[in-house]
């Protein structure tokens, strides 16, 4: 038995971890060992990942690649690689993963078992859209082939089904063309909702990436950093020669020992005293950044990625991740609803992420993105404090008609998911028995 | 292309190795293991990650020393081989081999005696040439004899002796060895250690220290370098001190 926490460190108590190694023989430690759950890289926030006193099988070993087609871009490999390793082999070759939430350092069974979206969601859609096939293995000892044409219903219950429908071992996923590891960027001080609004909907069609950051403490005035992308060509990178001085930096900076935090500080340092003039001072150090520029994918991407244990910075008490999507329609009194009740409780958060998913429907029966404004926020754990704050902002995403993502959850009502999730009864006929999670017992009873 | 030859070829270790290798520059490999099917999947693996690179597959049994000398003497007719990684090895409980005199006799043969014949082959052929590097992946477990793991650890102090003796032969020659001494790594191996909780060093990082310690040509490799300076201590604690010791 070994203690076992998520991204959030909300938690610490004992699994029985098993380490799967060889893709042959998941199966047979799956049916030893049950009921049990898969376990990734452990970036999850939540109870998504846990299986509290029972088995938690851990797929980071099973990191092998397969099979590659460099004429079609189509990319065969065991569930426990990392994005990251995807990303770094195949983008020197002209290929890459079409969708990657912030942080590369998740497993590829994990992409999908929470079908994770980026900042282009509404240029390609979700992880899941990229998804050709996976095998899955079932606590029942046997070994399943899933696709869209042969298997429709049982791959629309593993994209985005938590690792309930059973152990995700194998995936083929398409990657894209890219011309050049460089994203040409803009970053645009914005004020106020509206406006955030008015620029999202104004790059939709011309910007592949759009995302922006904002000031969730600034109540009514919200203003926040506007940021979109576009990936440059080869030609494009050519033409600017300095380009290359800069990857070389880069490429020594990501091969040196990343930062890291070094313990876990006895108080969180994300607290009344620290968060204001943070934000304040993001803000305007981002804006001194407005304008055009060039960035490299993977600090454009995943800023926090350098920066090892960053989750260690809110202390012995962890903390929480509080990710909504509601419609579009009325979503903009929402998500004003949601930053001035944070604003009142006093409880804040770093710069809160706010991004526009695109008018498409995701495939996964439990998937998280739909047509609509997604709000994350991170609030440090203080107890029956938090909690009610989120009870209020329940209240806000329920009222929208929206619903909260799971991979990042760890106390959301069970109501307030079944009416996010009309799929679920339907969900409910493809779960493996011998799966568990202390998610699946809180939200769905078993 | 450089000829690299890695016995034990699904050892995590050793596999982490051969990633490295090929993303520095296409290399002709050949892969030994136990299991074909699982040596196959390596292969697979470094094929994807370097279509360049030339990955041959061959399956041997370890412990026959007859076996052993057809494996290396087909290896070294197909090709001059530039370096060697010997990296088999299986972490017997010591509980079991105190119980069972089979499992302790398996586990000094696979630790031991199996990992010395392999380099006693390629020695051969090597100094015929006067090129190359003979790679033995040791142990901290051979610098001392501990009661939890002093089976594992006198068949690793058998590499240990061996490659002492063997790097004093080829002083005088151009082909080297390499002593690799890794502490606890988190590996399939070492998986049981790691359910417990025990904090070990990443298989990324002492790969890293292998290829680097090869390419060097260095004698004794401890990785992480931390445990040179452990076991030096370890190795100099009094009798008495250390037998009070529970490790």
Redesign the interface.
């Known amino acids: 038995m070994k203690p076992v926490s998520a991204w959030g460190r909300l938690s610490n108590d004992l699994h029985d971890v098993h380490v799967l190694t060889d893709r042959a023989h998941v199966a047979p430690v799956l049916a030893a060992h049950r009921p049990g759950l898969a376990f990734g890289n452990g970036r999850s926030y939540g109870d998504v990942c846990l299986n509290p006193h029972g088995h938690l099988w851990h797929t980071t070993g099973l990191n092998k690649f397969m099979a590659f087609d460099d004429a079609t871009g189509r990319l065969v490999c065991e569930a426990g690689v990392l994005l990251r390793d995807i990303q770094r082999l195949f983008v020197p070759r002209g290929w890459m993963l079409p969708v990657t939430p912030g942080t590369q350092l998740i497993t590829v069974g994990g992409a999908i078992a929470n079908d994770v979206h980026g900042k282009n969601h509404h240029a390609v859609g979700s992880f899941g859209d990229h998804v050709l096939g996976v095998s899955l293995a079932r606590t029942t000892g046997e070994v399943l082939s899933l696709d869209w044409t042969q298997t429709p219903a049982l791959m629309s219950a593993t994209l985005g089904g938590l690792g309930l429908t059973g152990v995700i071992v194998t995936a083929e996923l398409q990657l894209r063309r890219v011309g050049s590891p460089w994203l040409r960027t803009e970053t645009l001080p914005y004020q106020g909702l509206t406006e955030f609004f008015e620029l999202a909907d104004a790059s939709e069609h011309d910007w592949e990436h759009t995302v922006s950051w904002i000031d969730c403490l600034a109540g009514q005035t919200a203003r926040g950093i506007f940021m979109r992308a576009n990936p440059m060509s080869a030609p494009q990178a050519a033409a600017m020669p300095s380009l290359k001085a800069v990857l070389a930096a880069h490429q020594q900076k990501t091969q040196s020992q990343p930062l890291r935090m070094p313990f876990v500080p006895p108080l969180s340092l994300v607290n009344g005293l620290s968060l204001k003039p943070f934000n304040m001072a993001y803000y305007e150090l981002q804006k001194l950044k407005s304008g055009f520029d060039v960035a490299h994918y993977e600090p454009f991407s995943y800023p926090l990625d350098n920066l090892q244990d960053w989750n260690r910075m809110y202390g012995p008490r962890g903390f929480y991740q509080y990710q909504s999507v509601v419609p579009r329609e009325g979503g903009q009194l929402a998500v004003q609803a949601m930053l001035d009740a944070i604003a009142a409780s006093g409880e804040g958060s770093f710069l809160a992420v706010l991004k526009t998913f695109g008018n498409r429907e995701a495939k996964g029966m439990l998937s998280f993105p739909e047509p609509g404004v997604t709000l994350a926020l991170d609030f440090p754990n203080r107890g029956q404090r938090t909690l009610q704050l989120m009870d209020r902002l329940d209240a806000i995403v329920r009222e929208a008609k929206g619903r909260l993502y799971m991979a990042k959850d760890a106390r959301m009502p069970r109501d307030l998911f079944e009416a996010g999730y009309p799929r679920l009864s339907e969900f409910a006929a493809h779960r493996d028995a011998g799966i568990s999670s202390a998610m699946s017992r809180r939200l769905m009873g078993v | 292309m450089q000829h690299i030859v890695i016995i034990g070829a699904t050892s995590?270790m050793a596999e982490h190795c051969a990633r490295l290798w090929v993303q520095a520059a296409p290399v002709r490999l050949t892969l030994v293991g136990r299991d074909e099917?699982?040596t196959r999947?390596?292969a697979?693996?470094l094929r994807?990650?370097s279509?360049q690179s030339d990955v041959h597959v061959m399956t041997s049994d370890f412990v026959d020393a007859a076996a052993i000398q057809r494996t290396v003497s087909h290896i070294v007719n197909q090709a001059a081989v530039d370096v060697v990684l010997i990296a088999h090895g299986v972490l017997s409980g010591q509980g079991t081999c105190q119980d069972d005199l089979l499992a302790c006799d398996a586990a000094l043969q696979v630790n031991g005696v199996s990992p010395v014949l392999f380099a006693e082959a390629f020695a051969k052929p090597m100094v015929a040439t006067n090129h190359g590097t003979i790679a033995i992946i040791g142990s901290v477990a051979g610098d001392r004899g501990r009661k939890t793991n002093y089976v594992y650890g006198a068949a690793k102090g058998l590499v240990s002796r061996y490659a002492q003796g063997m790097q004093h032969r080829l002083a005088q020659t151009n082909v080297k060895v390499v002593l690799i001494k890794p502490g606890p790594t988190d590996t399939?191996m070492t998986?049981d250690l790691?359910?417990?909780?025990q904090k070990m060093a990443s298989v990324e990082v002492v790969a890293q220290d292998i290829v680097k310690g090869i390419a060097s040509g260095k004698p004794v490799v401890y990785t992480p370098g931390i445990w040179q300076v452990i076991m030096l201590v370890v190795m100099h604690l009094p009798r008495f001190v250390f037998n009070k010791l529970n490790i």
């Open positions: 995590a099917a699982r999947r390596v697979d693996d994807v990650r279509p399939p998986s790691k359910a417990k909780g």
